[in-house]
């Protein structure tokens, strides 16, 4: 094989158009033939280059409303004949076949055509056939041809030619990898396309592609390489503009991604701050500067160092209280030019803006790796309402407790299990996390909550006159009692135990109220 490849002949065909005049261009002053369909030629003639239209190189035209037009040997046989083998080139020869060095294509915007939610036939015409063929075909061949499929990579091409007067097998290697990736992202959005539109979640196959974001300095230790990829548009880390501070690592990621979904099942001006992908404090009030003061008090010595998710535009109060701590992570829709201008201050503080809030009832699939495969399901977008809670106790929860009782089983679905949240106010008071035994959690909480009640001056615990949610059902009395000596005066829970009496029990014999869910929030 030849180390450098010159260009002498050039396929060019794209969708998107961004960068192609100036490319063409810069090809042709340095002699280049250029070869192109549809647009792509039009384009080109506008700008007054010279080009041939395909259908007069190959001597046959376009059919099939264009859906024909490079699928002929004169195209293909120039782009896949190898230079180095007698026999090819004698065929080439043969067939009046002329080599093709470069191969610039973009595909039909299908992706783009499904996200505006146009008809199926429009999403079925926009699935490009000749693009991908003619990008694998190059790729393959890319001992002697480089294949280019995004406008990003014109300038590396022409930086080689001028250098070296042609292309790299380095780079024409590249390429070809990037060209190879590209057509597979391709083709696994119209295999979820297609399998979205027969109503099948889990297909046989299924071929998730992703974009990559950034290369991070390391993993969750710095013994581990990671990167962050981007699969769509939900709103949060994939789509946030980082507004100001030091680069993200993936432990900080992976927190605001944690921080931003679960403030987002909030209607009310509500702040979640997050240590480790837990939440270590809730709470929403009037203003994001209340509800920051609320849920710093659950829990201020895991604050320290935090995430802190808004779900609101965050304004100048609230941003002024949250930067009086140390804070890795902010992350909201949006904020004012004023608060800006104060977190401004703290330099290494990142300010993410997401532009929007995700929906908490989008359907959706999660991941999660496993040696040899990985486990995929459906997004937890369970919610409970007033209407489908079932009372269990001899006494019915109050209004307020009502309240408090949605609002901490929210929460609990954010926290790991096994997840015990106090709540009281519309804010966390004690939030127990990722334990073994469920009876732990609920004493864990509440010790963090006689600590919390330290930091505040306060005498006692947060947890006197809280609510608590438990995230899967109590299997024994024990963890329900120790609810109760933690000052609980309502419960909420899934139910489902074979001895759920005998927790009903326990909390009639308490004179609290409990009410069952239906619906456990299980978070691995």
């Known amino acids: 094989m030849t180390e450098i490849v010159p260009i002498r002949r050039a396929l060019i065909s794209v969708s998107d158009k961004t960068g192609l005049v100036a490319f063409a261009q810069a090809l042709a002053a340095r002699g280049v033939e250029i070869l192109s369909t549809g647009g792509s030629a039009r384009a080109l003639r506008d700008a007054g280059i010279a080009v041939t239209e395909v259908s007069a190189h190959t001597g046959f035209p376009e059919i099939l409303?264009?859906?024909?037009?490079?699928?002929?040997?004169?195209?293909?046989?120039?782009?896949?004949?190898?230079?180095?083998?007698?026999?090819?080139?004698?065929?080439?020869?043969?067939?009046?076949?002329?080599?093709?060095?470069?191969?610039?294509?973009?595909?039909?915007?299908?992706?783009?055509?499904?996200?505006?939610?146009?008809?199926?036939?429009?999403?079925?015409?926009?699935?490009?056939?000749?693009?991908?063929?003619?990008?694998?075909?190059?790729?393959?061949?890319?001992?002697?041809?480089?294949?280019?499929?995004?406008?990003?990579?014109?300038?590396?091409?022409?930086?080689?030619?001028?250098?070296?007067?042609?292309?790299?097998?380095?780079?024409?290697?590249?390429?070809?990898?990037?060209?190879?990736?590209?057509?597979?992202?391709?083709?696994?959005?119209?295999?979820?396309?297609?399998?979205?539109?027969?109503?099948?979640?889990?297909?046989?196959?299924?071929?998730?592609?992703?974009?990559?974001?950034?290369?991070?300095?390391?993993?969750?230790?710095?013994?581990?390489?990671?990167?962050?990829?981007?699969?769509?548009?939900?709103?949060?880390?994939?789509?946030?503009?980082?507004?100001?501070?030091?680069?993200?690592s993936y432990n900080n990621l992976n927190d605001t991604d944690a921080a931003f979904e679960a403030v987002a099942e909030f209607e009310a001006p509500t702040v979640v701050i997050v240590k480790h992908a837990n939440p270590c404090g809730v709470a929403s009030a009037d203003t994001l500067a209340a509800a920051w003061e609320q849920a710093l008090r659950c829990d201020p010595v895991s604050a320290f160092g935090g995430i802190v998710a808004a779900n609101r535009i965050l304004d100048e109060a609230a941003a002024e209280r949250i930067a009086a701590i140390f804070t890795e992570v902010i992350v909201a829709p949006d904020a004012t030019e004023g608060a800006k201008a104060i977190l401004a201050k703290k330099k290494n503080l990142r300010l993410l803006l997401t532009g929007g809030l995700p929906d908490p009832a989008e359907p959706g699939l999660v991941f999660r790796s496993l040696s040899g495969g990985f486990l995929a399901q459906g997004r937890d977008a369970g919610r409970v309402s007033r209407e489908t809670l079932k009372v269990v106790t001899k006494r019915a929860p109050s209004e307020a407790e009502l309240d408090d009782l949605l609002f901490a089983f929210r929460v609990c679905k954010h926290v790991k299990s096994n997840a015990i949240v106090y709540a009281k106010g519309g804010a966390t008071v004690g939030i127990g996390a990722g334990q073994m035994s469920r009876v732990d959690s609920a004493r864990i909480a509440a010790w963090k909550s006689e600590e919390a009640a330290k930091a505040a001056g306060l005498t006692g615990r947060l947890t006197e006159g809280s609510v608590v949610a438990s995230d899967a059902f109590f299997p024994f009395a024990d963890g329900l009692q120790a609810a109760v000596a933690a000052g609980a005066t309502a419960v909420i829970q899934p139910g489902g135990s074979i001895r759920d009496e005998e927790v009903i029990a326990a909390a009639d014999d308490a004179g609290i109220a409990m009410v069952f869910t239906g619906m456990r929030h299980f978070r691995h």
Not at 123 to 137: K, Q
Not at 179 to 193: F, H, K, L, P
């Open 65 to 248: 409303d264009g859906r024909v037009k490079t699928l002929v040997p004169q195209i293909h046989g120039g782009i896949l004949g190898r230079r180095d083998l007698p026999e090819h080139l004698a065929q080439m020869q043969q067939h009046g076949i002329a080599p093709i060095d470069l191969v610039a294509v973009n595909l039909y915007p299908f992706e783009a055509t499904v996200a505006k939610g146009a008809p199926f036939d429009d999403c079925v015409e926009n699935i490009d056939i000749g693009g991908p063929a003619l990008i694998r075909a190059a790729a393959k061949n890319h001992d002697f041809v480089v294949v280019l499929t995004e406008a990003a990579q014109y300038a590396d091409v022409l930086a080689e030619m001028e250098a070296q007067g042609g292309t790299t097998l380095a780079l024409r290697r590249r390429l070809a990898g990037a060209a190879y990736a590209r057509t597979a992202a391709y083709d696994s959005a119209i295999a979820a396309w297609f399998a979205d539109q027969r109503g099948e979640a889990f297909p046989p196959r299924l071929a998730v592609a992703g974009t990559l974001r950034q290369g991070l300095r390391y993993g969750e230790n710095p013994h581990q390489q990671a990167a962050f990829y981007v699969t769509g548009a939900r709103p949060g880390v994939a789509t946030a503009r980082q507004a100001q501070g030091k680069e993200l």
